[in-house]
């Protein structure tokens, strides 16, 4: 077996065109073939796959699992598509490609100046391949990226951004559109991925009831997909664990991230302008105290100013009276100064 599955990566590395790839020792079920000078990342994906393969199938129970796993790892993604099996090929725009099919992934180091973290890109792309091995070809499109976004770490402002735009200029794409492929372009793409990796994110924490409170333990979502991997078609696996269609499922999103997107920011700006309200008030009110204090001192200082003069004019009036009050009496001395007599 060990020697089928040597043979099986070397036919998929006689693919790879201009990028020759060696093969990384070891591995039953997860084989990697990295480019030269990779090899230290090569090892940690093979250790990290396992891991991440046991999680992803806690969510795909008593389901058919990923029996070979081949991992192409290279320097950059303009490379990923001369690695593909069988030419065919890969996005411009992605950093990891996945053909559940053949249990291939490809994952590149970076793409042009942007470096990524080739675990997180291996985490979604292992959720495309276990969700591929679960349900074969009956799972959506929308439904695979947003499955493999729930295993790995990829959150980003930019994909919220994305998602609050579309909620802002009313674009939020219709679910027949997301079926079966995504957009080529990368503008038009990001907004599908945005939009399917919150739809999901939804289901999965939804519950069994349309109750806020009622998270289900995930369970309902487990055995939504439960369903679909054993043959219930996708309107009937939804309706039996979550009491609606596919369609009303994805309304009742669509009004759920308006609440978040357009809702909520009002309500936070309301508060926000409530806020700004009351620390003006403060600032008012501690302005005018201050001005209180500043027009208190000033009286004080005029008082005090006032008593000053006050008491230099007394001093004054008290110096004008001093000769007359010491006009000589009988048999006292005369004033030195004549003038005094004047």
């Known amino acids: 077996m060990k020697a089928l599955l040597i043979l099986i990566a070397l036919l998929f590395a006689s693919s790879a065109g201009a990028v020759p790839l060696r093969q990384l020792p070891g591995g039953d079920r997860v084989i990697v073939s990295y480019e030269d000078g990779l090899e230290k990342t090569a090892q940690r994906l093979q ?4 891991t991440t393969l046991a999680r992803i199938s806690g969510d795909l129970r008593d389901l058919p699992q990923p029996k070979v796993i081949h991992i192409q790892l290279v320097r950059d993604a303009s490379s990923l598509a001369e690695v593909a099996p069988g030419g065919r090929g890969a996005p ?6 996945t053909y559940p099919d053949l249990g291939v992934v490809s994952v590149a ?4 100046a942007e470096v990524v973290d080739p675990m997180a890109t291996l985490d979604h792309e292992l959720g495309h391949v276990a969700l591929g091995a679960a349900l074969g070809d009956r799972a959506p499109h929308w439904l695979h990226e947003g499955f493999a976004y729930q295993h790995s770490a990829e959150w980003s402002m930019d994909r919220t951004e ?3 735009g579309m909620v802002w200029m009313r674009g939020i794409i219709p679910i027949e559109q997301l079926d079966r492929s995504f957009p080529a372009e990368e503008a038009p793409a990001a907004r599908a991925y945005a939009e399917s990796y919150d739809f999901v994110n939804y289901l999965s924490r939804r519950g069994r009831y349309e109750d806020t409170h009622d998270d289900g333990d995930r369970w309902p979502f487990r055995r939504f997909l439960a369903e679909i991997g054993h043959g219930t078609d996708l309107d009937g696996a939804a309706r039996h664990q ?4 596919i369609h009303e499922l994805f309304d009742e999103w669509r009004d759920d991230v308006r609440d978040r997107f357009l809702t909520a920011p009002m309500g936070l700006l309301g508060i926000a302008l409530w806020l700004l309200s009351s620390v003006l008030l403060v600032l008012a009110w501690r302005r005018k105290r201050k001005l209180n204090r500043i027009r208190i001192e000033q009286w004080d200082l005029e008082e005090r100013l006032a008593d000053q003069r006050r008491q230099a004019e007394e001093a004054e009036r008290l110096a004008r009276l001093r000769p007359i009050l010491t006009f000589p009496f009988p048999g006292e001395d005369p004033p030195v100064d004549p003038k005094l007599w004047n």
């Open 47 to 50: 250790d990290g796959a396992e």
């Open 162 to 164: 994305t998602l609050a």
């Open 242 to 245: 979550f009491g609606k269609t």
């Open 109 to 112: 180091m970076r793409r042009g």
């Open 92 to 97: 411009a725009y992605a950093v990891g490609v």
